[in-house]
């Protein structure tokens, strides 16, 4: 008998990261003494003036619809956000506000792919752009980086992979899962291919801009390539900056005819997002900034202390990020030593068997040999976790 699911919606896979993050929030309820470096979150709290903006609009009666793309106070806070810190501008008829930077993506990839149409993604990518790309109609064009670039794509190969099916060049810096960000010239150097090729639109996932301690300032693509202004889509979002997560409030700056276009989508599906996140993201995107520069340093400490200790561990090699709260190591020496484990998504699994640490494999982000720790935990966390592993390990490793 049929199940009734759509053929499409078979071809798609669940998401690997809140797959691994599940299991491990259902293990603790069963009592397993796990450590969850799965889940890609902030572990601190969402600041008390971001907090208290929310109780006052609650109070006020803030509880109703607002417009389908954002209260004009919203987008207002975030036309001033990327003027001040990304030096481009744009009008509120070219930002839209939407559930989560995850929805922002997937309304852009449903506003601009025709059946067929191709998406160029660089790996490792975040898991989720292929199957929001399958679930819009397009095909995606997988370009294989390497750890010898720090996992980033050459002008070359963006170019050797740029056909006429290209419709959008997915990019995303600070990079989840590598941690890796593109410098000015690097980026530049993308944009201006991209540039050059009237049929291709660039989306910029921006989400972990403020998780960088990278040598030089970091740049958005915009304002290093404004010929591009009217084929770029910046993608950002108050989760990770602002340890907002749950809030789900995400957004989208881009040519007018695509953010209407994202709009019509939204006025028929979602409608507006929650109106007292939205003013809750009013706060954190116009209020003080100083917790950016309390998280980000927590995050730096975490990102040292785990990727020396992860280089430390028998068969596990492992670069350092400028960004982002994932460290990304090599762990195909580790599999070689294990007997039963032939792959990165076995060895996750042996780890959470046999260290209680789950962690996401390289698999799902397109990197098979790898595997993926979130430090958005504290230092205490990541020791332990560290000491599991270790342990685990040790025995295999004469
Ligand atoms: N892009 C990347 C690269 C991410 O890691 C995430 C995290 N979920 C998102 C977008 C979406 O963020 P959110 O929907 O929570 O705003
Ligand atoms: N972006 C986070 C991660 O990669 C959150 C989970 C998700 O939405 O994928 O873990």
Request: hydrophobic residues 45%.
């Amino acid at each position: 008998m049929s199940d009734f699911v759509a053929d499409l919606v078979k071809r798609v896979k669940p998401s690997a990261t809140i797959a691994v993050s599940m299991k491990a929030a259902e293990l603790k309820r069963a009592g397993k003494n796990v450590i969850g470096l799965g889940a890609g979150e902030p572990d601190f709290d969402t600041p008390d003036h971001i907090k208290e903006a929310a109780i006052v609009a609650i109070q006020n009666g803030q509880t109703k619809y607002t417009a389908v793309d954002g209260t004009p106070e919203l987008k207002q806070a975030i036309a001033a956000k990327l003027l001040r810190e990304n030096h481009v501008a744009y009008q509120a008829n070219e930002i839209i506000v939407s559930c989560g930077a995850k929805h922002s993506i997937s309304n852009l990839l449903n506003a601009v792919i025709n059946p067929g149409d191709e998406v160029i993604i660089p790996t490792p990518y975040w898991v989720s752009y292929p199957d929001m790309s399958l679930l819009a109609g397009g095909e995606s064009v997988i370009v294989e980086t390497t750890s010898d670039n720090d996992f980033k794509i050459t002008p070359d190969q963006l170019e050797d992979a740029i056909t006429a099916k290209t419709r959008l060049v997915m990019l995303n810096s600070p990079s989840n899962p590598t941690g890796k960000a593109y410098t000015a010239d690097e980026l530049k150097a993308l944009g201006e291919v991209i540039a050059k090729r009237s049929h291709v639109l660039v989306a910029t996932d921006d989400i972990y801009e403020h998780i960088y301690w990278g040598q030089e300032p970091l740049a958005n693509l915009v304002a290093l390539v404004p010929a591009l202004k009217d084929r770029a889509i910046i993608i950002n979002g108050v989760s990770k900056a602002y340890a907002m997560t749950g809030w789900r409030i995400g957004f989208a700056a881009g040519p007018e005819a695509i953010i209407t276009a994202m709009r019509k989508i939204q006025s028929q599906s979602t409608s507006n997002p929650c109106s007292i996140s939205q003013a809750a993201a009013t706060a954190a995107l116009d209020g003080p900034q100083d917790c950016l520069v309390t998280m980000q340093k927590a995050f730096k400490e975490r990102h040292d202390y785990l990727v020396t200790a992860l280089n430390e561990l028998p068969g596990m090699t492992c670069g350092a990020g400028n960004g982002a709260f994932y460290a990304f190591p090599n762990v195909l020496a580790v599999i070689e030593q294990l007997d039963g484990v032939s792959d990165d998504v076995e060895l996750a699994t042996w780890l959470l068997d046999e260290a209680g640490v789950a962690v996401v494999p390289g698999t799902p982000f397109g990197a098979p040999g790898f595997v993926r720790l979130s430090f958005a935990t504290s230092i205490d966390v990541l020791q332990a976790a560290v000491a599991r592993i270790d342990a685990a390990l040790k025995p295999h490793f004469g």
